[in-house]
Structures are given as structure tokens and as C-alpha cells.
């Protein structure tokens, strides 16, 4: 497998799909490897997370990392505009 970071507390969850992505690039044709290989770039509660998906709850990689950013969807960080600085006081 291609070295991919794994996800840490402080990464953008889109960013860390994209990295893995095109780290798998060769791979892209295998949903099943794609879905398989995930797991080692993720640890803690989305190690977890994944474990206690139900089997066949998952067709394919699009899938399985809808579920993943909807689950983490909390974890995902938004840029602030500048209108944020007017809020500031």
C-alpha cells in the first residue's frame, strides 16, 4: 500500500480522503480494496467506527466515505470569513 498519514485530530476530513485518494489513484477500479485498505489511514474513533460497521452495510468506496464524513461531519473544521471578525468584540 501507498503511505498515507493517517488521520490525525486536527486534519480536514475532506483533505484526508483526497490524500488517500490520490495516494490509491492506481487502485481507483477497486471498490473493494479502496474500502479495505481505509481502515490503516484512520485510528481511534474512526477505527472504531469502522469496526462496528454492519457487514454488507457498505457497496462501495463513494459509500463508505459518505458514511465516514457524515459521521465525523463535527470533526470537519470551516473556514471563517472575514465577516467573523466583525462578530469579535
Known amino acids: 500500500m501507498p503511505h498515507v498519514e493517517q488521520l490525525k ?4 476530513l475532506q483533505e484526508h480522503v483526497r490524500r488517500y485518494q490520490s495516494a490509491m489513484v492506481q487502485y481507483d477500479y477497486d471498490d ?3 474500502c ?3 481502515p490503516q489511514t484512520i485510528v481511534d ?6 469496526g462496528g460497521l454492519a457487514s454488507g452495510s457498505i457497496r462501495n468506496f463513494e459509500e463508505l466515505i459518505q ?3 457524515c459521521q465525523f461531519m463535527g470533526n470537519i473544521q470551516q ?3 472575514i ?3 466583525s462578530t469579535l468584540k
Open 83 to 85: 465577516s467573523v471578525l
Open 36 to 38: 479495505r485498505m481505509f
Open 32 to 34: 473493494v480494496l479502496l
Open 67 to 69: 458514511a465516514f464524513t
Open 79 to 81: 473556514r471563517k470569513s
Open 9 to 12: 485530530a486536527n486534519t480536514n
Open 45 to 50: 474513533q474512526g477505527s472504531r467506527w469502522f
